[in-house]
T-cell receptor
């Protein structure tokens, strides 16, 4: 299993540009999450999904959108990039909520908006 | 008040020392996760535990459900253990969201 795969690893955007961060997992996990991690700060939840077709906002959803058309894929969309969105983004998955199984993370996407 | 508190925030140790990182939480949980993040790197799951103790190599994790406290121990620390260690707990029985500690930054000096 590849686990959780995120692309791209690095990206530089100009203010106002848009992009999609890709996240896919091959473990048939129902629960998937997008987090952002600012320098020296903890993980903040952007959006999450408990299964295909179901998404919900987390702590910091403004400026982002997600979709979950399949169990495997959970892309994160930035429509109008702003400098405040400069961060490292992590996608994560777990088999089901509260389950006694590990939380799997992707390797992260380092995004700079200038 | 944070649902998950970690201590210490920063820790510097000499190679070979025994290290303890603490995590206290205020929510009822089904399991607690310990994660490791190397500088500039991804996040890796070290342990998931719901009771007692688990051991992987030089790493030991313990949890006391009644006291809502968990510890991560590293025996015979090595410079490659230098990383940020994060504890995380599900936010509810369904675990729709997780609460994360702010992390403990560990530096092991040769």
């Amino acid at each position: 299993n590849a686990g959780v795969t995120q692309t791209p690893k690095f990206r530089i955007l100009k203010i106002g540009q848009s992009m999609t961060l890709q996240c896919t997992q091959d473990m048939n996990h129902n629960y998937m999450y997008w987090y952002r991690q600012d320098p020296g700060m903890g993980l903040k939840l952007i959006y999450y999904s408990v299964g295909a077709g179901i998404t919900d906002k987390g702590e910091v959803p403004n400026g982002y959108n997600v979709s979950r058309s399949t169990t495997e894929d959970f892309p994160l969309r930035l429509e109008l990039a702003a400098p405040s969105q400069t961060s490292v983004y992590f996608c994560a998955s777990i088999a089901r909520g509260g389950s006694n199984s590990p939380l799997h993370f992707g390797n992260g996407t380092r995004l700079t908006v200038t | 008040k944070n649902e998950v508190e970690q201590s210490p925030q920063n820790l510097t140790a000499q190679e070979g020392e025994f290290i303890t990182i603490n995590c206290s939480y205020s929510v009822g949980i089904s399991a607690l996760h310990w994660l490791q993040q190397h500088p500039g790197g991804g996040i890796v799951s070290l342990f998931m535990l719901s009771s007692g103790k688990k051991k992987h190599g030089r790493l030991i994790a313990t949890i006391n459900i009644q006291e809502k406290h968990s510890s991560l121990h590293i025996t015979a620390s090595h410079p490659r253990d230098s990383a940020v260690y994060i504890c995380a707990v599900p936010g509810s029985n369904t675990g729709n969201q997780f609460y994360f500690g702010t992390g403990t930054s560990l530096t092991v000096i040769p």
